[in-house]
């Protein structure tokens, strides 16, 4: 039953790649045979450097944004040996540990390779979890540093860019053709649906990470409680303190927006209250059917994330 599961989602992850560039293929030769490739080409040639600018400067961006300093192994022994630890069972390059300097309760992976890997926790993470809780968290980064998930969404990405470029190109090219304006709303069409794909396929990324941190030895109820506790700590964090690190929130664990509405679907899963998810209840959660709100699942087509009730109660199905 885990193999079938593991099976269907690996398909659902290629199937919709695949149709991502299915769906950029069918508007490029469009394009080329109604315009020609002069305007749009070189707004995708565009398009592809800025992915490019975005990929080399992304870790800079990511550092300075949430305050990042990187720590040696005697300032943070505990983080370095959990790190080392858990690429150790990965396979990949210990990468570099670093500590964020704000409370909202979060961590992250990214870099540009598996090589140029960082990983970071902020100050509030590390007030909250407990020791197993973190590494449970950490092996679901360091899953996505395994998977090389920095350079697939930086690719896929471009997607959308694209679409975006043809757009405005037809839009302000001063060509007023029939076939200009049916390009550009097509392209406005692949573009609205490209970015709900690369949701889709940032949302089942999630998922293997999730995977990831259990096949490295951690147990589905510590990620399943860090989790529930870190959505939690989101909805009681500093509001000005969560707009400035919104342009960054694809790289954490959860997504930190919405947390209220997410908070009262995750009371049906912590059935004594004392605000963490035991072994016991993870369990039982197996064989619960679990209630997800209208608004809940409308956000989640919205977010890079998935709902948090389906991925812990995923991680129910892991155990």
Same mark, same amino acid.
């Given at each position: 039953?885990?193999?079938?599961?593991?099976?269907?989602?690996?398909?659902?992850?290629? @199937?919709?790649?695949?149709l991502l560039f299915f769906l950029? /293929?069918?508007?490029?030769?469009?394009?080329?045979?109604?315009?020609?490739?002069?305007?749009?080409?070189?707004?995708?040639?565009?398009?592809?450097?800025?992915?490019?600018?975005?990929?080399?400067? %992304?870790?800079?961006?990511?550092?300075?944004?949430?305050?990042?300093?990187?720590?040696?192994?005697?300032?943070?022994?505990? !983080?370095?040996?959990?790190? +080392?630890?858990?690429?150790?069972?990965?396979?990949?390059?210990?990468?570099?540990?670093?500590?964020? +300097?704000?409370?909202?309760?979060?961590?992250?992976?990214?870099?540009?390779?598996?090589? $140029?890997?960082?990983?970071?926790?902020?100050?509030?993470?590390?007030?909250? @979890? $407990?020791?197993?809780?973190?590494?449970?968290?950490? =092996?679901?980064?360091?899953?996505?540093?395994?998977?090389? $998930?920095?350079?697939?969404?930086?690719?896929?990405?471009?997607?959308?860019?694209?679409? /975006?470029?043809?757009?405005?190109?037809?839009?302000?090219? =001063?060509?007023r053709n029939d076939n200009a304006?049916?390009?550009?709303?097509?392209?406005?069409?692949?573009?609205? @649906?490209?970015?709900?794909?690369?949701?889709?396929?940032?949302?089942?990324?999630?998922?293997?990470?999730?995977? %990831?941190?259990?096949?490295?030895?951690?147990?589905?109820?510590?990620?399943?409680?860090?989790?529930?506790?870190?959505? /939690? =700590?989101?909805?009681?964090?500093?509001?000005n303190e969560l707009k400035k690190?919104? =342009?960054?929130?694809?790289?954490?664990?959860?997504?930190?927006?919405? &947390? +209220?509405?997410?908070?009262?679907?995750?009371?049906?899963?912590?059935?004594?209250?004392?605000?963490?998810?035991?072994?016991?209840?993870?369990?039982?959660?197996? /064989?619960?059917?679990?209630?997800?709100?209208?608004?809940?699942?409308?956000?989640?087509? !919205?977010? &890079?994330?998935?709902?948090?009730?389906?991925?812990?109660?995923? @991680?129910?199905?892991?155990?």
């Amino acid at each position: 039953m885990k193999k079938f599961r593991t099976i269907r989602l690996t398909m659902r992850l290629y @199937l919709a790649i695949a149709l991502l560039f299915f769906l950029l /293929y069918v508007i490029v030769t469009l394009v080329g045979y109604f315009l020609g490739f002069g305007g749009p080409t070189l707004y995708a040639i565009l398009a592809i450097v800025i992915v490019m600018a975005q990929y080399l400067l %992304g870790p800079k961006i990511v550092e300075m944004s949430m305050r990042v300093r990187y720590v040696s192994p005697q300032e943070a022994p505990k !983080l370095h040996a959990m790190v +080392e630890d858990m690429a150790m069972k990965a396979g990949i390059p210990k990468p570099k540990v670093g500590i964020s +300097e704000v409370n909202i309760p979060n961590a992250f992976a990214f870099g540009r390779s598996k090589g $140029d890997g960082r990983v970071c926790v902020t100050r509030g993470i590390l007030k909250l @979890l $407990d020791e197993d809780e973190l590494k449970a968290v950490l =092996g679901h980064e360091l899953s996505h540093i395994k998977h090389n $998930d920095m350079a697939v969404m930086t690719l896929i990405s471009a997607v959308p860019l694209i679409f /975006y470029y043809i757009f405005i190109s037809t839009l302000f090219s =001063g060509n007023r053709n029939d076939n200009a304006g049916l390009i550009g709303i097509a392209a406005l069409v692949g573009y609205l @649906l490209s970015q709900l794909i690369v949701l889709f396929i940032s949302r089942v990324r999630e998922y293997y990470a999730d995977q %990831g941190s259990v096949s490295l030895g951690n147990q589905p109820h510590e990620l399943a409680s860090a989790l529930y506790k870190l959505v /939690y =700590g989101t909805a009681t964090s500093d509001k000005n303190e969560l707009k400035k690190v919104e =342009g960054v929130k694809a790289f954490f664990v959860n997504d930190i927006s919405n &947390t +209220e509405n997410v908070v009262n679907d995750l009371k049906q899963i912590d059935s004594d209250m004392d605000g963490t998810i035991s072994q016991s209840e993870l369990e039982e959660l197996k /064989y619960t059917r679990t209630k997800i709100g209208a608004g809940s699942q409308i956000m989640e087509l !919205l977010s &890079t994330h998935p709902n948090m009730v389906k991925r812990v109660k995923r @991680l129910s199905e892991m155990g």
